[in-house]
């Protein structure tokens, strides 16, 4: 006599599973040495990313597009010269304040970090959380010739919890590279 037995899983509701996120793997940090002898400054970006010269209309001399081509997104870096104009530098820290600030609506939290570069520039660096079009933006200056600032942006729908881990690692790679910013002086 066989006895045939069925059992099921306590017969509750079917509850789905929620949305994964999709893997993203990430390769090891890699820099080069910036490749334009005629620009005001030099760094060590990511070996895989790729300098692109800013030809927007709006662009200035020596703005440059940090470009990530595998996560759709890129850093924009512009340079302002100061000639020892204090009036000036004071302009472009507040443009660059209220840049961030813009971010306010969005931002579950905006966190400022101050550091000195190996050249001895200070360098100030902003991390936004939450639904916003720049996660992370940075300054730096001399304070007597030279500004230079980045901006991290997605050219993607995704939303940024999904983004997290390229954030993070593209985060790194712009304090790699401000980190070994370094100033050229150009005579004119």
């Known amino acids: ?20 996120y999709n893997r993203i793997d990430l390769p090891a940090h890699e820099y080069q040495a910036f490749p334009l002898a005629d620009y005001p400054y030099s760094f060590e970006y990511s070996k895989h990313a790729k300098v692109v010269v800013d030809s927007g209309r709006l662009a200035e001399p020596y703005w440059i597009d940090v470009s990530y081509p595998q996560f759709d997104a890129n850093v924009e870096i512009t340079y302002k010269p100061l000639n020892h ?59 007597v010739n030279h500004f230079l600032r980045g901006a991290l942006y997605f050219r993607t729908a995704t939303q940024n919890d999904s983004l997290a881990p390229v954030i ?21």
């Open 1 to 20: 006599m066989s006895v045939l037995v069925l059992a099921s899983c306590g017969g509750g509701e079917y509850v789905p599973k929620p949305k994964g």
């Open 85 to 143: 104009n204090t009036k000036k530098l004071y302009e472009l820290i507040e443009d660059s304040r209220k840049l961030v600030s813009k971010h306010q609506i969005k931002a579950y939290s905006i966190e400022e970090y101050v550091e000195k570069t190996k050249s001895g520039s200070k360098a100030y660096s902003f991390v936004l959380s939450g639904q916003v079009p720049s996660q992370y933006q940075f300054y730096v200056t001399d304070s």
């Open 168 to 188: 993070e690692f593209i985060s790194e790679d712009m304090q790699h590279l401000f980190s070994t910013l370094e100033w050229r002086n150009k005579k004119k």
